[in-house]
């Protein structure tokens, strides 16, 4: 599952990349070329001479996953690698892409019970537009507010500088702690993994932590900001201050740098967001893997459970399914397993089993989304905007008292999510500090979720709301905790130092939970096995 409320210009961004093959070490080269066999375990026999109506047997890549992450890179190989990369199948074990990208559409509502929006970012805007996308784009309003609820009172976030001094979520002297720690007037950086609270503790306060970075962290991981580590979760602040001495100094020398090496033309297909805004898709997020899994055709195979996989002597690889028609076996030049970290941990164990225990102990927690709808004179007159719910959402602090982590406004988001005069809500609860959700109903978590929206946003005696989805994910989002870049590079080195070239690790573990940085990600996996191919693959 991907990010569930991007509200700040912090993204992860992991320094690392999915495993490849160091340009040092000569893997074996293929001797022949790869069959694209469909073979018999225990079953009716499949057989194939080509794919999707090809002329060639050959499988170059065989990518284990049809989220948002695999069908991505198969994208991206297509459209950027076709070259070397021609015959990409993709696996999904569920009977339909996309993975926790869930859009519902009933009854006039549509809502999204996994992620709900993406920062449209360049290789976003480029994967929507190749996919056929680009009219369908919806982005919100860049000046829409965001709050966080403090004190019992939703305070907006400063959006852009001009507001900083006049904002009431922070007061005078928490204002001065921030701007000093960021300027490099705070304790120096102590020399070992910091977690995100303790870093931004350090360098810019108790307040910055408390009422913005601790509600961001429920947000964006549904995490734990003493255990998330600031490296991992938040790469590029964190490499702010490795680079500059301190945030400020990071930035202007970022900025430099940025000047020095000017910027190819950007795509004229890419349509221009307007401030720091989100999007999505007119029928929701899930017209992006599905415009995908349609290019793709038939080379997306669906209900294709991967039973085992096995390094062949050629250097290729054989994996073996389980699917409606039996079992059935592929041969391939390459695999990248974008499936989460303790699927791919059990499917390795027989290759590696130090790659295997790496993988196992990525903590994924519970995240319920609630999906709720009132009608708009249900919402406090103080929330309102020239009569209307305007902004993005809010977020709350774990200190606050309530137990729901944010709050979506998605009828005032994007268009044509609700009927007129209903405001629809989308809701999450749980996370790393609030695992207890998997012994509660689905009522026990929508009273939960109405409770706390009378607190600040819903008239505390307003008519019970239309309850139009709950959607429990038992294991939601990869958390990304201190020493998780040292599990994950264990991780490859143990594929690689046994000899495993050609299979790569991808997905929001590896590459972020924002739903852009898995979009970011999969061009990056995508150009390493370009390279692979390229240089290793048989001609």
Not at 31 to 40: A, D, I, M, V, Y
Request: include cysteine; glycine fraction near 10%.
């Amino acid at each position: 599952m991907t990010a569930l409320i991007d509200l700040s210009l912090l993204r992860s961004s992991p320094s690392v990349s999915p495993f490849s093959i160091p340009h040092h070490q000569n893997p074996p080269r293929f001797r022949k070329p790869f069959k694209l066999r469909c073979s018999l375990a225990e079953g009716p026999t499949i057989s194939s001479s080509k794919i999707d109506g090809g002329e060639s047997s050959i499988a170059d890549c065989v990518i284990v996953g049809g989220g948002i992450s695999g069908l991505c890179i198969a994208q991206a190989l297509a459209t950027k690698h076709r070259d070397v990369a021609s015959n990409v199948i993709v696996t999904e074990a569920r009977d339909r892409v996309g993975g926790n990208i869930t859009t519902v559409e009933r009854d006039g509502y549509m809502w999204e019970e996994g992620p709900n929006s993406f920062q449209p970012s360049d290789p976003i805007l480029t994967m929507a537009v190749d996919s056929g996308l680009k009219d369908d784009l919806v982005l919100g309003d860049p000046n829409a507010p965001r709050f966080v609820l403090w004190e019992g009172k939703l305070r907006p976030v400063p959006s852009k500088p001009t507001d900083l001094p006049f904002f009431d979520l922070m007061s005078i002297a928490g204002k001065l702690r921030a701007g000093f720690g960021a300027i490099g007037i705070r304790p120096p950086p102590p020399g070992y993994e910091e977690s995100v609270e303790e870093f931004v503790r350090r360098n810019l306060g108790a307040e910055v932590f408390e009422r913005f970075i601790e509600p961001f962290c429920s947000g964006v991981y549904a995490g734990d900001p003493s255990k998330l580590s600031m490296k991992a979760a938040f790469g590029r602040v964190w490499k702010l201050e490795e680079i500059g001495g301190s945030i400020i100094g990071g930035t202007f020398k970022t900025i430099q740098e940025r000047n020095k090496t000017p910027k190819p033309p950007r795509d004229p297909r890419l349509p221009k967001p307007k401030g720091q805004t989100v999007g999505s898709f007119r029928k929701g997020l899930t017209m992006l893997p599905e415009a995908i899994a349609n290019s793709l055709g038939s080379n997306v195979k669906l209900s294709w459970k991967l039973s085992s996989i096995t390094k062949l002597g050629n250097g290729g690889y054989n994996l073996t399914f389980e699917t409606p028609e039996g079992m059935v076996s592929l041969q391939s030049r390459s695999v990248v397993m974008t499936i989460p970290s303790h699927v791919a941990s059990n499917l390795l164990h027989p290759l590696s089993a130090a790659a295997a225990d790496a993988l196992s102990q990525f903590y994924y927690p519970p995240v319920a989304s609630v999906t709720v709808s009132y009608p708009k004179e249900a919402i406090r007159k103080e929330c309102l905007i020239d009569g209307e719910l305007k902004g993005f959402g809010q977020l709350h602090p774990r200190s606050q008292g309530i137990e729901t982590l944010g709050t979506i406004y998605s009828s005032s988001l994007f268009p044509n999510r609700a009927p007129s005069g209903r405001v629809l809500l989308l809701n999450y609860i749980g996370g790393a500090t609030n695992t207890g959700i998997l012994s509660k109903t689905e009522g026990e978590l929508v009273e939960a979720v109405d409770r706390d929206l009378r607190k600040m946003l819903i008239n505390p005696n307003a008519k019970d709301p239309l309850v139009l989805g709950v959607r429990v994910w038992p294991k939601a989002i990869p958390q990304f905790l201190v020493g998780h870049l040292d599990l994950l590079d264990t991780a490859k080195m143990a594929l690689r130092d046994s000899g495993f070239h050609g299979l790569f690790l991808g997905g929001n573990y590896v590459s972020g939970v924002a739903l852009g940085r898995c979009v970011e990600g999969a061009y990056e996996v995508a150009a390493e096995v370009k390279e692979f191919l390229s240089q290793y693959a048989y001609k």
